[in-house]
């Protein structure tokens, strides 16, 4: 992290670079006339020949008040370099709530390459109410039109926005766009596009008495830091970003694409505070007599502590819908009242947590609001990186347990394991810093499969297969009811193996109450008899194990991942820890050995992800068993080797067995 306190930071050579780029892009009165020299100039179209289109330039220029307040104006240049690019471009949106934010546009028209202009500007821009699905909060956007494109033509988009992403108990008609933490200011700017950046700069302007505090990542930026007697100011810019390319199950590209943070918070515990006190001054956690009747109600019979505490989550996740609706002033980072939720029976994540708050105080819990981010990391800068709110309860030990009534809904764990290795912070009256969700065993999250079966000597197969879960797991077997209307319950389970065996024959299909989740794991049997199951003749038999085939792996997280040849630059991500065991005992007609599987064992171990199979022959039955373990969900780029020879191992144990009488 770099503090600017009374310091000019300055890179000679690139700031040169920096300072020219600055001058054109905002202070050059002439720039919209030279745009067609310069597109020709930066030979656009030869040196991106393999993209559909090129970003030209994005600038934005952000100055801040006192007040926290700050105007963005941005401009773009898009530059057509296929004709599939069209398509993309044919429209261009913005997106705004305008309970927080407003967008101004100031100038949008297109340079054909032959060098004639269009102007856009009041012509083919439309405000309208964004399309919504889960969250009704009246966002809006705005569309401009510019219509065909052909190879070689340029839009050209300017725009000045005020205000930030949320909103905050808005007084009048300025004041809506101040940030909620009133005074202070943050900002992040990605450095990166799904086309490529020919040239990006970013240029911050803050007022003399406040602290600007930055960091860069994942670029070699240009940076320039100066300061006046009124203003803080700091620029950033980047030449040729490409686009990230995809790999398979890759992390999120926040945490890996060029980006700049600014930020005036320089502690956690004042993030912290701040979330505790804006909530505590709304009377989000107020509890009322409807509230205290329905908690006395839930904990009824209650045997602990714990006990009382996943009663009280438990309702929140599976009876508050997610639905957001929006509260009107002060929707954003403030929590809905217990009141409120418990009327409208839904909210989005902060709300539901914000209820499990109520009760859980109403309860005589001491318990709190939290932030998080779900799906990417949370760096090291106190800058508001969040897109999720959870809840926090203090034991009667002093430690505190972290629960999320958004992700737990037919869920046996109180906090979801798909948030692991995941960073946030607790809004305390005394402050708190940031933290990271630890790693969740793999055998929290087993998946257990057994078949117990006998083939005769025609090849039909009959058997009974048993699936029991945990954690995870468990919810993910259990999705094929719970996802899905009552009357199809039986009809998705049995398809687990009518989509595999078509001809297979179901004398029966049990499986324990799925909205009785919370008693015990999920356990399902399947009896079943399969013809032409093996391939048979005289003297030998080849048998496709049911497992390898594929029965029940829609519950395997990591079951259909497979190798690249291509080396891995980048770190990937896994839905949760998991750990797999298979079983299957097959009863043959016969005498028979292996032929088969030059290996009986076959294993691999490393510090990320293991594997260790083996098949044989005793008493005639035909053994098959396994178990995978994978420990965690996010993974660095070197633990790709682990996963790469586990592939081999299963592919080599998954072949098809052959046995000769």
Same mark, same amino acid.
């Not at 005289?538 to 496709?544: A, C, G, N, R, S």
């Not at 260790?612 to 008493?619: L, M, P, R, V, Y």
């Given at each position: 992290m770099k503090i600017l306190f009374y310091n000019t930071y300055v890179r000679v050579q690139k700031t040169m670079i920096l300072v020219i780029f600055g001058l054109l892009i905002f202070f050059n009165p002439c720039f919209s006339s030279e745009l067609g020299k310069y597109l020709k100039e930066q030979n656009l179209k030869e040196k991106y020949a393999d993209y559909p289109a090129v970003i030209a330039f994005d600038s934005i220029f952000t100055k801040v008040q006192e007040s926290g307040l700050s105007n963005v104006t941005k401009k773009v240049l898009y530059y057509i370099v296929k004709p599939e690019a069209s398509k993309e471009f044919n429209t261009i949106i913005l997106d705004y709530e305008p309970l927080s934010a407003d967008i101004t546009i100031i100038k949008a028209f297109i340079i054909r390459e032959n060098g004639n202009e269009e102007e856009l500007f009041n012509k083919k821009i439309?405000?309208?109410?964004?399309?919504?699905?889960?969250?009704?909060?009246?966002?809006?956007?705005?569309m401009m039109e510019p219509g065909y494109f052909a190879p070689g033509d340029a839009?050209?988009?300017?725009?000045?926005? =005020? *205000?930030?992403?949320?909103?905050?108990?808005?007084?009048?008609?300025?004041? @809506?766009?101040i940030p909620p933490m009133r005074g202070h200011f943050y900002d992040i700017i990605e450095f990166y596009n799904k086309y490529p950046v020919h040239s990006q700069y970013f240029k911050v302007i803050l007022p003399?008495?406040?602290?600007?505090?930055?960091?860069?990542y994942n670029g070699d930026f240009v940076e320039k830091i100066t300061e006046t007697s009124e203003f803080k100011i700091g620029e950033f810019s980047l030449q040729n970003i490409l686009p990230i390319k995809k790999e398979f199950r890759i992390v999120d590209n926040s945490d890996i694409a060029p980006k700049v943070i600014v930020t005036t918070t320089s502690k956690w515990e004042e993030k912290s505070k701040w979330f505790?006190?804006?909530?505590?001054?709304?009377?989000?956690?107020?509890?009322?007599?409807?509230?205290?009747?329905?908690?006395?109600?839930?904990? =009824? *019979?209650a045997k602990s502590e714990l006990d009382s505490?996943?009663?009280?989550? @438990?309702?929140?996740?599976?009876?508050?819908?997610?639905?957001?609706?929006?509260?009107?002033?002060?929707?954003?980072?403030?929590?809905?009242t217990g009141d409120m939720t418990f009327t409208d029976r839904c909210g989005v994540c902060k709300d539901k947590a914000g209820m499990l708050v109520t009760m859980l105080r109403a309860a005589g819990f001491k318990s709190y609001a939290a932030m998080t981010m779900a799906g990417s990391r949370i760096e090291d800068i106190p800058a508001d990186q969040f897109n999720h709110s959870v809840t926090a309860v203090q034991l009667r030990d002093g430690s505190m347990l972290m629960l999320d009534p958004t992700w737990v809904p037919f869920v046996r764990e109180m906090w979801s394991s798909r948030e692991q290795q995941q960073n946030y912070i607790i809004g305390l009256k005394e402050g708190d810093i940031l933290r990271e969700t630890p790693i969740s065993s793999p055998d929290n999250h087993y998946l257990k499969i057994n078949n117990i079966a006998s083939i005769d000597k025609n090849g039909t197969i009959t058997g009974t297969i048993t699936v029991t879960a945990e954690g995870q797991s468990d919810a993910q077997i259990r999705s094929i009811f719970t996802r899905s209307l009552r009357n199809m319950w039986e009809y998705n389970l049995k398809n687990q193996i009518y989509n595999l065996y078509p001809t297979a024959n179901i004398t029966k299909a049990n499986y324990s109450d799925p909205y009785k989740y919370y008693e015990n794991p999920v356990n399902i049997e399947i009896k079943y008899s399969i013809p032409n199951f093996a391939a048979v003749n005289?003297?030998?038999?080849?048998?496709?194990p049911m497992t390898a085939k594929g029965v029940f792996k829609y519950a395997q997280q990591y079951g259909n991942w497979k190798d690249s040849e291509e080396k891995r630059k980048y770190g990937f991500t896994g839905a949760c820890s998991q750990q797999v065991i298979i079983n299957e005992e097959i009863t043959l007609p016969a005498?028979?050995?292996?032929?088969?599987?030059?290996?009986?064992?076959?294993?691999?171990?490393?510090?990320?992800?293991?594997?260790?199979?083996?098949?044989?022959?005793?008493?005639?039955?035909?053994?098959?068993?396994?178990?995978?373990?994978?420990?965690?969900?996010?993974?660095?780029?070197e633990a790709w080797d682990d996963f790469s020879k586990i592939f081999k191992v299963k592919e080599e144990f998954n072949q098809p067995v052959i046995v000769e009488f």
């Open positions: 439309y405000d309208y109410t964004a399309p919504a699905r889960a969250i009704y909060w009246g966002a809006r956007q705005k839009v050209y988009i300017e725009y000045l926005r =005020k *205000g930030y992403t949320y909103a905050l108990l808005s007084n009048d008609d300025d004041s @809506r766009f003399a008495s406040k602290e600007m505090i930055y960091k860069t505790y006190g804006v909530n505590e001054d709304y009377g989000s956690f107020n509890s009322t007599p409807e509230i205290d009747k329905k908690v006395a109600e839930i904990l =009824k *019979g505490i996943e009663r009280l989550n @438990r309702w929140c996740a599976d009876e508050i819908r997610y639905s957001g609706i929006s509260m009107g002033e002060g929707e954003g980072y403030t929590l809905h005289d003297k030998t038999m080849i048998i496709e005498k028979a050995k292996l032929i088969s599987h030059k290996k009986s064992k076959n294993s691999q171990k490393g510090n990320f992800a293991s594997i260790g199979n083996q098949i044989s022959i005793i008493n005639n039955v035909l053994k098959i068993n396994s178990e995978e373990n994978y420990n965690q969900r996010v993974y660095p780029v």
